[in-house]
C-alpha cells in the first residue's frame, strides 16, 4: 500500500483533464466526464449505418414495410442492449434506438406528400398531442424519468408510442409554422448549440443572472426564461463566429474553395 502523497500512474490518470479527454477519445457513456458528446457519437455511428440501410433499400418494391420492420427490430435490439449492457465505448449500445428513430423520421421525409392532408389536418394534431401526452405520462409515472444518457426508457412499448407520436407531432406543429429565419438558423446550428450550451454557456449566463440579481429581483421563472433567451443569443453567437473564421471546425473545408471558384467563373464570364 502506497503512503500517503505517495505518486502514482493512477492519480496521474485520475486528474480531471485527462480524465475529459479520455472520455471524448474512449466515449464510454455513464463512466468519467462525458458531458453532452455521447448523444453526438451515436447520432455520427447511426447516420453512417442508415446511409446504407437506405443503400440497400431504396430500391426495393416494399421498401416502406422494410424500413417499418427494420426500425421495429432495432428498437427492440436497442431496449435489451441498453438493459444489461448499461453504457458501451462509443455510446454505441444506444444507436440501435437512435438508428430506429432515424429510420422513423426517413420514412416520413420519402412519403410527406403522401400523408399531407394528415400532416396538415389540426384535428389530427390535437388528437396526436392528446395521445402522446397521455402516454408519456402514464410511462413516467409509473416506471419513471426517460432518460437514454441513464439507460432509462421506462416501459418499451409506452416509450415507442410516445416517441412515435412525438416524431409524428413535431412534423406536424413544424408544418403549421411558416417560415422563420431565426428557427432556420438554430435548425442549420444544431450541433453548435449542442456542443456548447451546457458546460459553456449556461455557466455563462448563470454569471451573468448571479450579477443582474444583485441589482433586480430574479424569480425562478424569470431565471428560466432569460436563460434560454440568453443562451440563444450567446450560442447563435459562437455559431456565427464558427462559421465565418473557423468553417473547418464543422468539417466544412470546401467553403472557400467553392467560394474562390465562384468568383474565378464570374471573372472569366
Known sequence: MLAKGTFSLDKLFNFSLLKSIRGLAVGWRLKGPYYS????????????????????????????????????ILSIIGAILIKFVKGFIWSSDIVPIALAFMIFGYLYKINKE?????????????????????????????????????????????????????????????????SSNVLEYIGKNTFIFYFFHYQIVFKICNLILDLLKSIIPIND?????????????????????????????????????????????????
Not at 155 to 177: C, D, R
Not at 222 to 247: D, E, G, H
Open 37 to 72: 458528446f455521447w448523444f453526438i457519437l451515436t447520432t455520427f455511428i447511426a447516420e453512417l449505418i442508415l446511409y446504407y440501410i437506405c443503400k440497400f433499400t431504396d430500391d426495393k418494391k416494399h421498401k416502406n414495410t422494410i424500413y417499418a420492420i427494420i426500425a421495429v
Open 114 to 178: 403522401k400523408i399531407k392532408s394528415f400532416i396538415n389536418n389540426f384535428d389530427m394534431l390535437l388528437v396526436v398531442f392528446a395521445i402522446n401526452a397521455i402516454i408519456t405520462y402514464i410511462n413516467y409515472k409509473y416506471y419513471g424519468v426517460v432518460d437514454l444518457f441513464y439507460c432509462k426508457i421506462g416501459n418499451y412499448f409506452l416509450f415507442m408510442i410516445a416517441a412515435i407520436t412525438g416524431i409524428i407531432l413535431t412534423m406536424m406543429v413544424s408544418n403549421k409554422i411558416s
Open 221 to 269: 421563472n424569470i431565471r428560466f426564461y432569460s436563460t434560454i433567451i440568453l443562451s440563444t443569443i450567446i450560442c447563435s453567437i459562437i455559431a456565427y463566429v464558427i462559421n465565418k473564421f473557423f468553417p473547418f471546425l464543422m468539417g466544412k473545408w470546401y467553403k472557400k474553395k467553392e467560394n474562390k471558384e465562384i468568383k474565378e467563373a464570374k471573372n472569366n464570364a
